[in-house]
């Protein structure tokens, strides 16, 4: 049976879906949120990393909802949790570490200004940094973003300060600040959505060390559990349903968006009916919904004429070493080693752009700086290695113990990941999640510049790394992807053949249909991309008050 | 005597004859699983190596509790293993965290904490398969050594164990071994609610929660079984 018609019915709470849901709210429009996780508290955020970290608290289980992951189209499909992010209202802000970068303006204009890559398709975005940058100054101030802007080769223009001063950080940030000095490299305090002083009500970071992948029981964190979503929930006109599957989008004759069928909490299939309707489940599960979303007028998915819709999925290519300091070794020299703060938020972007046209394609990245994460569970399974090469026994204890003598000083690459032919979403209908839902099919292909550039941004991170006479050097991966970190299977542009959104994210095919995740990014720059991602929905928001005040989007 | 024999019987993990009728299980299947691609800091590495391949259509079902099926040392009562099979368990998880100058598995009470995780609903997958493996250990001791796993000495467990780990890596008895080794360390550096770490031996062995250390724990009374059970059905 059908529900009540709503002015706007937005599929998913994180990043993408909660500044609409606010500024929709705001003007007055009435909104339906579905979300398919729960509705987790401040209280229920404890720090118990077998609940937290190692079951379906946040992930679901391979085994009731799989995505299938193959490396390339040759590769066969496995069963995996990769590329799943938080499945709960507040999505994968709820459990995100919280690094809030901006792009810089070369992101915008990558194809134009780098050029074509063979075996790429890259493509330039249809905005510019100029149009986004007050969209970003928005969504830090509604979030809440702690930080410090200096000066360096590839600064993003700014128009003020941070909302908030950065956090404190462990004596080891001046350490990373002296080496780069020596090396002319800049030295840049990270900036995070979490709140260092009282802000909106909200309490500060109690400096616990368990951001990534925990939900923060101060609400410091500024996901959009904590910021947007009660504000969102506060305007009354916005409705929130956790609990809610959404199976299809629906069409009318007109091939217009006309309801969303869903699953809600009791296993019972609704329809919710929307003049406007806005996809924002991840790159991955949004394609997947668009994809399921058949009917005669769209034979192979919602808005998917093009049949462009699940095509050029951009992951961020990951890297990183880490440096072990034995405390016992390092008592005299460095004291404070033990000093209990959790945060490094040390960023180098000297290579955002590659010195030289050495490797053929000159993006390059970032690398962040932090300590490894102090999951002991976690750890303690690394330490066991894997396979053959594994050990148990008084061997394991022995790297227990020796672990409880160090600290772990890492960086993480974010680098490009070049979108490709061969990376893609698909559904794959012989294997059906816990609702019957054909599940997302994901294929890998990574383009071999992006591997290179990952590779060297590594060596720069260990050039700072080994400067600081760490007494183990260890480099983990040169080739990794950030399945969380995802993009570009609905990419925007101004021509309908070659992307599936128009300019402000509406779906080139179908009037009343938006996208707001990470679908839309045509690339996905060198940095994490949650800011980005909720920046650009605060901007679409803007344009989508705008047009239905004029009866636009709505066909009036 | 071999003094982890004897610490093994001090500790009481009584051998029971024979393992409880159970129905047959398929042989150790292949197991098909990927690495997480990604960090996400914490590691939500989901059960590591737990992404089995496994028809949607087969939904776990709940566990029927027939009662206790065993008792541990500590007078706890089982769910998941028989007397027998916990002694097995004992045993190698053991072998994984042996005590030595510091705190061992079974200080921390690892074989109870598996023994309960091991019956969370949505588990059963990963029970099943750590059941069949366990049978296979027990098997393969009975062929090597004509005894039970927990009857021989520590280093002809340990060369069983270190066969299983160097088993093919899609092998069932690899998988087993990665599984015994991760769910031995949960048990021992979970949170002590889930009925192992117990007095946080786990904890101060990798310097978590000490003073001077660098993250809080969860507060005194906290229940995390409690909220694993509940979680997926806040409304």
Known sequence: MSLPQVDICIIGSGAGGAPMALELGRAGFKVVVLEKGPHYRPQDFVHDEILNSRRNFFMPLPWEEPHLVRKGAKGKYERSTAAWTANCVGGGTVHMSGFFYRLKPVDFRLRSTLGAVPGSTIADWPISYEELAPFYDKAEQELGVSGQAVAHPFAEPRSGPYPLPPLDVHPVAGEIDNACKVMGWHSLPTARGIISRPYKGRAPCAYCALCGSYGCEMGAKSGTNASLIPAAVATGNVQLRPGCMARTVEVDKKGRARSVIYVDTDGVTQEQPAKVIVVSCTAVESARLLLNSTSSRFASGLANGSGLVGKNLIFSSFGESQATFRMSKQAEKRPWLKDPGPFVNRSIQDFYLMPDERFGFRKGGTLGFMWTHPNPIHAATGLAGSGASAVFGKALKDRMRAYRDSRILQFEVYGEFLPTPGSYVGVEGSVKDKYGIPVAAITVERHPTDLVATRFLVERGEEVLLRLEPDELKRTSTSGETTILQHGTCRFGDDAATSVLDRNCRAHEVPNLYVVDGSFMPTGGSVPSTLTIAANSFRVASHLVRALKQGVASGG | ?235
């Open chain 2, 1 to 235: 005597m071999h003094p982890d024999a004897a610490k093994r019987r001090a500790l009481g993990y009584a051998r029971a004859p024979m393992p409880r009728a159970r129905p047959p299980r398929q042989r150790l299947s292949r197991r098909s699983f990927i690495r997480r691609l990604t960090f996400l800091g914490g590691g939500v590495v989901l059960l590591g190596p737990l992404a089995c391949k496994r028809s949607s259509e087969e939904a776990p079902k709940p566990a029927v509790d027939p009662g206790p099926l065993g008792t541990a040392p500590g007078g706890q009562r089982t769910h998941t293993f028989s007397s027998f099979e916990l002694a097995v368990v004992a045993a190698a998880a053991e072998r994984i965290l042996p005590r030595d100058e510091d705190p061992g598995a079974l200080d921390a009470d690892v074989p109870v904490y598996i023994d309960r995780i091991l019956q969370t609903p949505e588990m059963q997958p990963m029970r099943d398969d750590f059941l069949e493996g366990l049978a296979a250990l027990e098997r393969r001791s009975q062929r090597m050594f004509q005894k039970g796993f927990s009857a021989i000495t520590p280093a002809e467990q340990d060369e069983l164990l270190t066969l299983f780990k160097d088993s093919p890596p899609r092998s069932g008895e690899a998988h087993f071994l990665e599984l015994l080794t991760v769910l031995t360390l949960e048990g021992f550096l979970g949170d002590p609610s889930y009925g192992g770490n117990k007095g946080k031996v786990g904890w101060r062995l990798m310097g978590f929660d000490a003073v001077g250390t660098i993250a809080m724990a969860p507060p005194e009374g906290y229940d995390g079984p409690k909220c694993l059970r509940e979680c997926g059905v806040h409304k």
